[in-house]
């Protein structure tokens, strides 16, 4: 768990005034930035005579987040842009499978003192976001999580555990290398402009893996609770990606890949494993106010390497390192909605977004994702 010292200084962090902020941002994120882009188009774009917001009409704004689908998903401002976004998401996930087969609660007790039948995830999250220059955007991102999971033992009893707390800390640079959104989004040919983005994520392990709740017998006390109900990762992840987008008058799409990468092992002796993650989604402009989309999502999550001594894998399979990778293909549609605005009051965004799987080979027996939810709003100032 945090701090209360911690959770005050982040409260204080996002009142204190811009420049202060934009300080930080930069400080935080600017030595990822060297280490892997050269520094020449920054310099330059810092530079440029600065230009407002308000010098863009408000269907210029909405041509420009026709990009963003998502409210913290990648995508890029303009430089001096700041926006400020809250994202929800809850996800069920009800059942076990085993590989492409689902299988019974009876079926997981036959290897198992403990099935696991459902298990809901609540994320409430906050970023910022600035470009930096028109090429060049900086993110910081804090979940706060919330999880619950059902159990049934083999002897028939049910129990639940649940975990809450802040997860870990985002920060990421997304770096526009071929295309300028600027030069070319208010001339769009009918199949441009066409964009490529670096994006470079670095996850600090400020979310607990050491959440521990009653298990079915509360009389033994709280246990450490298996590697799906802890918050974090426990190690710092790195997770670079490349990003295609695409726009014509009234359409936009994209393609994007993006592997996350563990450094190190945890103080609890394992690191979770690495996840590949494509993903693709394709908009379209329905009035000046609405936009809709359908995006798909597909992984590739590796097992757990090493272990959580606190942990017994024989007794539950959520506790089973060897039993934590798979393959899933979700598919999910939304609507961009953006709130009635003036040539003052512009910038609101609103997305919601459903989903569900479309496919799932999981190394089982593991809960299976039946739906999700996400919304989300985004303040573009
Ligand atoms: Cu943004």
Do not use: C
Request: aromatic content about 10%; hydrophobic content about 40%.
């Amino acid at each position: 768990m945090l701090t209360d010292g911690f959770k005050e200084r982040f409260s204080g962090f996002i009142t204190l005034r811009r420049n202060f902020f934009r300080s930080v941002i930069i400080a935080t994120l600017l030595p990822i930035w060297v280490t892997m882009f050269p520094l020449g188009s920054t310099l330059a774009g810092a530079a440029e005579p600065q230009h407002d917001l308000t010098d863009l009409s408000l269907e210029e704004l909405m041509d420009l987040d026709v990009f963003s689908v998502n409210v913290l998903g990648t995508h890029t401002h303009l430089e001096d842009e700041w926006m400020l976004g809250y994202q929800y998401m809850f996800m069920s996930m009800d059942g076990n499978r085993n590989g492409t087969q689902k299988i019974s609660d009876q079926d997981v007790l036959k290897d198992f003192m403990v099935a696991p039948t459902n298990m809901t995830t609540q994320m409430h999250m906050i970023g910022v976001m600035h470009g930096l220059s028109d090429d060049l955007t900086l993110m910081v991102m804090l979940p706060y999580i919330k999880k619950s999971m059902d159990h049934i033992t083999k002897a028939g009893g049910r129990f639940t555990t649940d975990s809450e707390g802040p997860g870990d800390l985002k920060l990421s640079a997304t770096y526009t290398f071929y295309g300028n959104v600027k030069r070319d989004a208010f001339h769009a040919t009918p199949w441009g402009p066409h964009r490529l983005l670096l994006d470079i994520g670095l996850s600090i392990p400020t979310g607990s893996i050491d959440e521990k709740d009653f298990l079915a017998n509360p009389t033994m006390g709280k246990k450490q609770l298996p590697y799906p109900m802890q918050l974090g990762s426990g190690t710092f992840d790195l997770s670079p990606g490349m990003t295609y987008l695409g726009q014509s008058e009234n359409w936009a799409w994209m393609a994007e890949a993006v592997i996350t990468s563990r450094l190190g092992k945890n103080s609890n002796n394992y690191r979770l494993g690495n996840l590949y993650h494509i993903s693709s989604w394709l908009a379209r402009k329905v009035t000046d106010a609405l936009s809709l989309f359908i995006e798909m999502d597909g992984d590739i999550l590796e097992n757990i390497e090493g272990a959580d001594p606190a942990l017994n894998p024989t007794l539950v399979p959520t506790a089973d390192p060897g039993r934590r990778g798979g393959k899933s293909v979700d598919l999910s549609v939304g609507v961009n909605i953006y709130l009635p605005a003036d040539e003052v009051n512009k910038g609101h965004r609103i997305v919601i977004e459903g989903g569900f799987p479309l496919y799932d080979s999981l190394d089982g027996p593991q809960l299976n994702m039946a739906w999700m939810l996400n919304v989300g709003w985004a303040w573009t100032f």
